[in-house]
């Protein structure tokens, strides 16, 4: 955060240094190993750190992990260029090892299966109006 005589508070180094922790994660999603010592050491701070910096934002590393992993299929459940891909290769592109674990956690989150999801996309692109042309202005 930038003080008004210029100064630069030790808050601002913290969260600079937690988005580029958070920047790596989001690169390295798909790992099914991805912990937060190898997040640490590719950001050249401790494990323990990293936790610190989470837990100020009242975070776990696992939980902001879990977050966007599910986050992410779900996104790539409703995408429509992605139908052809199986559930299970989506949960494993996100990263995880375990289809049953993906499943319990993504319907504890959403409230729903990710087959239900998917399906439920595929309907509203169903009903979805076509797109109307361009009016002709020759």
């Given at each position: 955060m930038i003080m008004g005589t210029g100064e630069?508070?030790?808050g601002g180094v913290?969260?600079?240094r937690?988005?580029?922790?958070?920047?790596?994660?989001?690169?390295?999603?798909g790992r099914?190993?991805?912990c937060t010592d190898a997040v640490?050491?590719?950001?050249?701070?401790?494990?323990r750190?990293?936790?610190?910096?989470?837990?100020?934002?009242?975070?776990?590393f696992s939980e902001f992990v879990l977050e966007l992993r599910l986050t992410r299929a779900h996104l790539m459940l409703t995408d429509a260029q992605l139908t052809a891909r199986t559930i299970s290769s989506i949960a494993f592109e996100v990263g995880f090892a375990d289809l049953s674990y993906f499943n319990r956690t993504f319907r504890?989150?959403?409230?729903?299966?990710?087959t239900d999801v998917r399906e439920q996309a595929r309907r509203a692109r169903d009903v979805?109006?076509?797109?109307?042309?361009?009016p002709d202005i020759s």
């Open positions: 630069v508070k030790i913290r969260a600079a937690l988005a580029a922790i958070k920047a790596d994660i989001d690169e390295n999603l099914p190993d991805l640490a050491a590719r950001s050249g701070v401790s494990g750190y990293v936790r610190m910096l989470f837990a100020g934002e009242g975070l776990r504890r989150r959403f409230g729903t299966t990710p979805s109006p076509p797109p109307r042309p361009a």
